[in-house]
């Protein structure tokens, strides 16, 4: 199986090179992720060119790709990425970005409240502990839901490429 062209260089442009020992709280993470996907966004914008020569019989494929860039680092944010990498090197960038993931969650995580909620609730510090190896998949998973769409430079990005190239995508492509 071939990955597409977006899978080429994905957060091997920012996400890869995150400290996880800078990154101790969400809003940290946050701008880190915006930054990736902005990163992303005007790497694909820059290889437009290149993919419309190959593939010039459809005019949408822009907006598609960055879509589902989108997507992709949603996955990888989540710790529900397919994609292993292309080769060793690749891989072993890619299981670094997992564990700096989880390193960064486990930081988030200690981070949360213990105070029991109304009503007996669990606190949110009970509520993601992490029975599963500590990849932290629910909070990482809720994490995602509630910044993606305050990630504004990401949609900046877009929208800039989609005033550029008229008429390849509509006003109203949700890119979340």
């Known amino acids: 199986a071939c990955a597409p062209f977006r899978r080429l260089f994905l957060c091997d442009q920012h996400l890869s090179h995150m400290k996880e020992d800078k990154i101790d709280n969400t809003h940290k993470l946050l701008v880190e992720v915006c930054l990736a996907a902005k990163h992303e966004g005007e790497l694909l914008k820059g290889y437009h060119d290149k993919y419309n020569a190959t593939y010039s019989d459809s005019r949408s494929q822009l907006c598609t790709v960055l ?73 990482r998973e809720d994490w995602w839901d509630a910044n993606r769409k305050s990630m504004g430079c990401y949609h900046d990005v877009t929208l800039e490429v989609i005033r550029y190239f008229r008429g390849t995508c509509s006003n109203d492509t949700d890119f979340g």
């Open 67 to 139: 879509a589902r860039s989108f997507a992709d680092i949603g996955d990888i944010i989540r710790g529900k990425d397919l994609f292993i990498g292309y080769d060793k090197k690749d891989r072993a960038r890619r299981k670094q970005l997992e564990e700096n993931l989880i390193e960064i969650f486990g930081k988030i995580h200690e981070g949360l409240t213990t105070k029991n909620g109304k009503n007996r609730q669990k606190s949110a510090k009970d509520h993601y502990k992490d029975d599963n190896g500590g990849n932290y998949y629910q909070l």
